[in-house]
């Protein structure tokens, strides 16, 4: 059976059943629990020294009423993560690479940043959708403008994610096939298409990590706009 670049992005099932959810929640069965003994292992130690830097990076931009939303935010953050980073494995799924599934994530918290801010102080939320010192004849093509840059957030934080991880795990595929395929013809261009892809795979590590932290900064700075 030939398979095309883009089956790799197809959901996994077993008997007609979708298996994305397992490829979700699987990376969580990686994490060690932490317990309350003075005396830990490395991993333990490792988790919990990462979990700490993730936490005051996202919470350097938010005021103190912003600091609630940190279990969220920081659980949000080392799950994709850990899904980016697991999907650069052979032979496993991305979840992050189905817009979907970005986009079931980032509507729900958009929405809630935005009903936050209009619950708690609906009139500076409002007014984000007019600058002061609006021209009068400017102001309902400004307040059109500002209000589809408002609800294209989510859109955009699901195309970025997706578009990114698509991109890459498709440069990497290319490039591996055409590795294999002038082993046996070109050995010496396949040598140096497989230092390239070295390199490649290195820059989809830090693409997968910086693609986790963009995603989640982009909702920080949305809710401390409305707090």
């Known amino acids: 059976m030939n398979l095309s670049f883009f089956d790799q992005f197809s959901s996994p099932s077993l008997l007609g059943i979708p298996l994305i959810l397992i490829s979700m929640t699987f990376p969580a069965l990686l994490l060690p629990s932490l317990n309350n003994r003075w005396v830990t292992n490395r991993m333990s130690t490792l988790q919990l020294w990462a979990i700490n830097l993730i936490t005051k990076q996202l919470m350097t931009p938010l005021n103190k009423e912003g600091h609630k939303w940190a279990l969220i935010l920081t659980s949000l953050m080392i799950f994709l993560l850990s899904i980016n980073l697991l999907g650069l494995l052979p032979y496993t799924f991305t979840p992050t690479t189905q817009l979907s599934m970005n986009l079931a994530l980032a509507f729900p918290l958009w929405l809630a ?9 609906p009139s500076v939320s409002l ?21 589809t840059s408002l609800l294209i957030r989510p859109l955009a934080l699901g195309v970025r994610l997706t578009a990114n991880l698509t991109a890459g795990h498709l440069l990497i595929q290319l490039i591996s096939t055409a590795t294999v395929a002038l082993f046996t013809t070109m050995p010496l261009v396949s040598l140096l298409t497989f230092l390239v892809l070295f390199l490649l795979t290195i820059l989809e590590v830090a693409v997968a990590m910086i693609q986790a932290y963009v995603f989640v900064l982009l909702l920080t700075l949305y809710l401390q706009e409305n707090i």
């Open 113 to 121: 940043t935005l009903l936050t801010g209009l619950r708690n102080q």
């Open 127 to 147: 007014g984000h959708l007019l600058p002061e010192g609006t021209p009068t004849l400017l102001i309902p093509a400004l307040i059109l403008i500002e209000t």
